[in-house]
């Protein structure tokens, strides 16, 4: 049975690494990620909300710091402190889209990135941290850009 976060995610979904299965890597998270998951799992809730109740497909979740480097994730990233998710709704539109809809939403997240064309990253800031609402895109090749962007022409 799973462990419910949140009416739509479990802790399962936002754990869940075919590569930590692969290589054995532990990545189960302690009780601080635990209640940064919960959190996390409320704000994708209201991002839901926001889509028309679409489903939502995470594809990173909580990150262990082992696992983060061996996926080559930032030495900061907030995955580490269950602070952060990628993921895509196809049913709500292009990653571009979604990532636009939830920048003129009034959801309180830290770092909203459009990740190559190919997934949102949602991050929370830390619980005693004001959000700084930033928006980035980031395309192979450009480094990380201030705002949403369209992918460059190739």
């Known amino acids: 049975m799973p462990t419910r976060l949140s009416p739509h995610f479990s802790l399962e979904e936002l754990t869940a690494s075919q590569t930590a299965v692969r290589e054995g890597i532990d990545n189960t998270p302690d009780a601080a990620a635990r209640r940064n998951l919960a959190r996390l799992a409320a704000t994708l809730e209201d991002v839901r909300t926001l889509l028309g109740g679409v489903p939502i497909i995470i594809s990173s979740g909580y990150r262990s710091p082992q696992l983060n480097r061996r996926v080559k994730g930032a030495r900061n990233s907030a995955h580490m402190s269950g602070l952060a998710a990628d993921f895509t709704a196809p049913a709500a539109g292009t990653v571009l889209q979604v990532a636009r809809r939830i ?20 991050g929370l800031a830390a619980a005693e941290s004001p959000p700084r609402r930033e928006t980035l895109s980031i395309f192979r090749g450009t480094g990380y850009l201030p705002g949403l962007h369209k992918a460059p022409p190739a």
């Open 103 to 122: 920048a003129a939403a009034d959801i309180a997240f830290d770092q909203l990135i459009h990740e190559y064309g190919a997934w949102v990253h949602l």
